[in-house]
């Protein structure tokens, strides 16, 4: 027979005696539970955990398995780069309609992109839980920093993800010294946080050619870009990627003399490939990090974000139409793809050994993998209105808004969040050890 709570009061004092015991059992199992829920998954709630995890058989199992999440979370051993993608009924966390940060080719909702399935999945690491954005957790950890992203247009692309997910709690003001969009500075000042972002698409110095004309940029590969290098002394964090310019014709310049090209077709120079570019590029990056004598912030590389141009090459038709992630067993990090990933590893594992004798710390955002597998997340043909008469390029490099780049910045406050927790020696000998693949 079943005890029901209107029950009690019929039974006798003894028999009441006997059951009280039961009740504050579990209604301390279920306190506790309720608890521990708010705080791994503060964007969600308790019936939503249980809609998008099968219910157990008793009360007691479902708190052991979220304490035993729990623990997992804060494991110092989790590479949160290797994993899945899961179904997330309960996304997005904003809208194109509530988040005024996304530019018109990334706001494929506004551009008529009708499916929606794209924004309902999450990232899932093998080895652990992975925390959605929290905006009230990452604004204290960074309450008195800076934090700049330095790159190209898809480092802008995550910088607008954050300004969205952070307006759950909180507006920014621009603060930034130019009217240029390329360089922004926004100020949440009840936190006394800075975000900037800094345009350098290939991190050194370097010219390009007329957009009228022939295409030709001209790569410095040992020189600094000071438009970012002059002015990143101040900031606490610092986030470099970059990848997609260098697959453009360049003539590369070292010690002021050239010293080959990329597709320039030019007689007499040699023909060099993007990867050398690349290499360089990063190399003079993270050294331009670890001269500045007064720069004392962290340096975060966020890995390579593949496209996923299919029927053809960009200029060429080539368009991104697919409407789910791919399966693990669909496709690989190979090729290029591969390349770029391995090069801008091996120059911040050696820049991090450098930084490290002056007290700098380098963290990794390894993104690629959790990107490689998401075709259907960029604009394609929905970075544009339909009825805009220009020509426009499909666009399978950035991502739509929102959509899988929000998980970036789940990596970058799971970083925070264990630098703070855990301080660097313990929590990253394991990361250090993590074999490129």
Not at 98 to 113: E, F, L, S, V
Not at 287 to 310: C, Y
Not at 386 to 392: A, H, L, R, S, V
Request: glycine share 6%; with cysteine.
């Amino acid at each position: 027979m079943k005890l029901h709570a209107m029950e009690l009061p019929s039974l006798g004092k003894k028999k009441a005696l006997q059951y009280t015991p039961k009740i504050v059992l579990l209604l301390t199992l279920y306190l506790i539970l309720h608890t521990l829920v708010t705080f791994c998954y503060p964007l969600s709630s308790t019936s939503f955990l249980w809609k998008t995890s099968p219910p157990s058989s008793s009360s007691s199992s479902r708190a052991a398995s979220i304490i035993s999440s729990y623990t997992k979370i804060m494991s110092k051993t989790c590479d949160i780069s290797r994993g899945g993608w899961v179904p997330n009924p309960g996304g997005p966390y904003y809208t194109n309609a509530t988040c005024w940060a996304i530019h018109d080719h990334q706001n494929c909702m506004r551009n008529g992109r009708p499916d929606t399935d794209f924004l309902k999945w999450r990232w899932q690491p093998d080895e652990c839980e992975l925390p959605l954005f929290d905006a009230a957790q990452f604004l204290e950890l960074v309450r008195g920093k800076s934090l700049a992203f330095v790159g190209d247009s898809v480092a802008r692309n995550q910088m607008q993800s954050l300004i969205c997910l952070l307006q759950r709690v909180a507006y920014p003001i621009d603060v930034s010294y130019t009217q240029d969009d390329k360089f922004k500075r926004l100020k949440y000042t009840n936190y006394d946080f800075t975000l900037a972002s800094f345009w350098s698409p290939h991190l050194v110095r370097a010219k390009v050619s007329d957009a009228n004309g022939p295409t030709l940029d001209h790569l410095y590969l040992d020189e600094f870009d000071e438009q970012w290098t002059a002015q990143i002394e101040e900031f606490n964090y610092v986030i470099i990627s970059s990848g997609h310019w260098f697959f453009r014709p360049s003539m590369m310049y070292v010690a002021g003399q050239v010293v080959g090209c990329n597709h320039c077709l030019k007689k007499n120079v040699t023909d060099l490939n993007m990867f050398y570019a690349y290499r360089k590029a990063f190399r003079t990056a993270f050294r331009a990090l670890n001269d500045l004598k007064k720069f004392k912030g962290m340096v975060f590389l966020r890995t390579f974000s593949p496209q996923h141009f299919e029927n053809g090459s960009w200029n060429e038709g080539g368009n991104c139409d697919r409407k789910r992630p791919f399966k693990r067993s669909e496709t690989q990090l190979e090729g290029h793809n591969m390349e770029l990933y391995k090069t801008q590893v091996e120059e911040f594992r050696a820049a991090e050994r450098k930084g490290e004798k002056r007290g700098l710390k380098y963290r990794l955002l390894d993104t690629t993998r959790a990107m490689l597998v998401r075709p259907d997340g960029h604009p394609n043909h929905y970075g544009h209105l339909p009825n805009e008469n220009k020509n426009f390029y499909n666009d399978c490099a950035h991502w739509c808004l929102p959509g899988p780049i929000d998980a970036w910045n789940d990596f970058l406050l799971y970083v925070l969040k264990m630098e703070s927790e855990h301080g660097d020696e313990k929590f990253y000998q394991s990361e250090r050890k993590l074999k490129i693949r």
